[in-house]
């Protein structure tokens, strides 16, 4: 028998999310790794992405200062690591050495990327919309860079081998079996296939 629909109280609610690490550099050259959930593309055309971060955090004056930040893509290896920065701040100790993670360049923008995530995605700030609780950070992509382990020999990205990882409700996840492809819904069926 199914049970009826309870009111929750608003916040937190959409789930799951990618969980990715955003490395930035302040003007003074110090280099952080900030963990986030609240992350997302929001245009393809120009490819523009946001990030929503807490003003207490270290990695938000970073940011705010240097107008910059490197999203970098979490896998099953780097889930560790990933939580590691999202619980311990950057004002205490360097995250990089503590997790042992190594920097890598990043065209476009002078913060750097992770070298062991498989995609490092540089950002150029273009707006800053205070919120509440968090500041929302919309970015332009300026570039986008990936293992070439990643690259199918046609040239296509293929992520879901990788071991992505997504966050929801306090647990990181990884990502299950496919279930379809994208319009699979209308695609028209091959005569004699039953799927």
Same mark, same amino acid.
């Given at each position: ?125 273009? @707006?800053? /919309?205070? #919120? !509440? &609780? ?7 992509? %300026? ?5 070439? *382990? ?20 306090? @647990?990181? /996840?990884? #990502? !299950? &079996? ?7 819904? %209308? ?5 004699? *296939?039953?799927?």
């Amino acid at each position: 028998m199914k049970m009826g629909k309870i009111s929750l109280k608003p916040g937190n609610m959409l789930y799951p999310v990618p969980a990715v690490m955003v490395s930035c550099r302040g003007k003074d050259g110090r280099d952080n790794i900030l963990t986030i959930a609240w992350a997302g593309t929001v245009c393809s055309d120009p490819a523009m992405v946001s990030i929503s971060v807490r003003p207490s955090r270290f990695s938000h004056a970073l940011i705010a200062e240097s107008g910059e930040f490197v999203i970098n893509l979490v896998t099953e290896s780097l889930t560790r690591p990933a939580d590691f920065c999202g619980v311990k701040s950057g004002r205490d100790l360097d995250k990089w050495e503590s997790c042992r993670l190594h920097r890598c360049s990043v065209p476009g923008v002078t913060a750097p990327g992770i070298e062991e995530s498989p995609v490092n995605i540089g950002c150029k700030v273009t @707006e800053v /919309r205070h #919120l !509440g &609780s968090h500041d929302l950070f919309l970015a332009k992509v %300026v570039s986008v860079q990936a293992d070439a *382990s990643c690259l199918a020999p046609s040239g296509k990205l293929m992520l879901n081998a990788s071991g992505l990882v997504c966050y929801s409700h306090g @647990e990181y /996840r990884a #990502l !299950g &079996s496919r279930l379809g492809t994208f319009g699979f819904s %209308v695609k028209k069926r091959r005569h004699g *296939s039953r799927h």
